[in-house]
Structures are given as C-alpha cells and as structure tokens.
C-alpha cells in the first residue's frame, strides 16, 4: 500500500503544490525554520503542502485566510513533524484563526462540588477530535521574531500530537524503541522539580508548564524547538527524550 499511499502524495503535489514564490518569500521570514539544512526544508515543504490540503482553514469574526497565512502556520506545526509523518495529524479537520485572543466560557467545579462560570482570554486552544483554535495577533508575533520558549503554533500542534493516545496527559505515542518508562521517569521528575521551584518562586522555564502534564508537554516542545540549549540546561533527560521522540536534534541544527 505504501505505492499508493506514494502516487497519491506526488498527485497533491502536483496538482496543489505552493507557488515557489509564496513558499520561499514566507519560510525565509521564519526564524524557527532557519537551523534546517536543504533535505529538512524540501521535506518541510511537502508536508506544508500536505497539511494545507488535508485541513480547512477558517477565519472567525471575518478575518480572511490568506495562503501566506496558511504557510506560516503549517511551515511551523510541520516542523514538529518533520520525522513524524504527515499521519500524525490525522483525527482532525479544521484550524480556526481568530484576529487576536479569544474568550472561552467553562464551568468548572470546585473541591466541595459547586460549579463556577470561568471566563477566559486564549491565545491558541486545541480540542480532542476538533480543531486546533489560533489567535492571528499571536501567531504573528511568534512568527517573525524568535521569543525563546514561546510559539503558539508549537504549542497547539503538540496537544495534537499529545491526543494521539486518546487524550491530552503528556504521553504522546512513543516510537517501538523507546521504553514507557524512561519517558515517564524523565518527565514526572522534571515536572515535579518545576512545581517545587515555583513554591520557591523560582522557575527555569515558563510556570504556566506547571498547570498540568499536557500543559507541561506542550510547553517543553516550545523550548524543544525555540530555545533547545535551556531546555538542555535545565532538563537534560526530558531534551533527550523529546530528541528521541521528534527524531530530531534541534541543538545541533541551531549550532550547525
């Protein structure tokens, strides 16, 4: 089958590949896509292309989705599955752009079982088997300039790859040669250093990593792949778990 699954991909390729001008003015603009070498960007462009078709865009409150746009969001999520396949974001259809942060109202319930009406200001938000919500003012921001340990894109697209499992804990679907408990070791150990620093007011890397494993999971990506050398500093056992997973080593392509 994987003949077919080949002819099928050269077929979108060829009849809805990016435009080489949009594709290379957009990516050269993107700091987080500069450690690649040649091989990674052609493979990158592929998986683009992939991804933009296989996924509707929408653009709330009016804002228009331009291909641009469409780029610089699958150039960056494609990144995270560079060695991964395009597979890896399946279960899935839409990516909503909003213009800048949005409200989401919850309920949530309290320790003695009353509920609460919580609103709150989101910059990205990604649902189980829906789609991965994005703030345009954010992506922006990410984008063009690299903010160490910051990227929505990379943030959101990781709870995908996180959900793949079923839900949202931290444990992405490890490759045959990864043991469990090793990436369970390593990371419940870092997570629960950050949590024993933040009662100390003392944190190496974002605080928000501490509000739960999935939130630690998609925050340890954004240093991954935005800041590799202080997530070596810090969590040496977590970066090299997060280079077995990814199947690449964002630290030598930085210092390439």
């Known amino acids: 089958m994987k003949w077919l699954e080949r002819i099928h991909t050269y077929y979108i390729l060829k009849k809805y590949g990016l435009p080489d ?20 960007k052609a493979r990158l462009r592929v998986l683009s292309t ?17 291909l641009e746009m469409k780029i610089i969001i699958a150039a960056q999520a494609c990144l995270e599955i560079l060695e991964l396949g395009i597979d890896s974001f399946d ?16 309920q949530t319930q309290d320790e003695i079982g009353l509920v609460h009406n919580e609103a709150n200001v989101l910059s990205g ?4 088997q829906g789609p ?51 990436w369970t070791r390593s990371l419940s150990k870092a997570y629960e250093r950050l949590n024993k620093r933040l009662k100390h007011h003392h944190a190496d890397i974002n605080p928000y990593a501490a509000t739960n494993p ?10 991954y792949f935005t800041a590799p050398e202080i997530l070596l500093e810090h969590y ?3 970066y090299h778990q997060l280079k077995a997973y990814f199947r690449l080593d964002m630290l030598k392509n930085t210092r390439r």
């Open 91 to 106: 279960g899935w259809e839409e990516i909503v752009v909003y213009p800048g942060a949005f409200k989401v109202n919850r």
């Open 21 to 40: 001008h949009a594709w290379f003015q957009v990516t050269q603009k993107l700091p987080l896509l500069e450690p690649l070498d040649a091989t990674q």
């Open 132 to 182: 991965v919500i994005l703030s345009w003012d954010d992506v922006e921001r990410d984008s063009f300039t690299l903010h160490h340990g910051h990227n929505v894109v990379i943030h959101e697209f990781a709870h995908k790859l996180d959900m793949l499992n079923g839900r949202a804990n931290g444990m992405p679907p490890l490759h045959p040669d990864m043991p469990i408990k090793d």
């Open 125 to 128: 938000e990604a649902w189980g």
């Open 236 to 238: 040496p056992a977590v």
């Open 50 to 66: 992939l991804l933009i078709h296989r996924k509707t865009f929408f653009g709330a409150d009016d804002l228009e989705i331009t």
């Open 214 to 223: 999935a939130e630690f999971f998609a925050v340890i990506c954004e240093y």
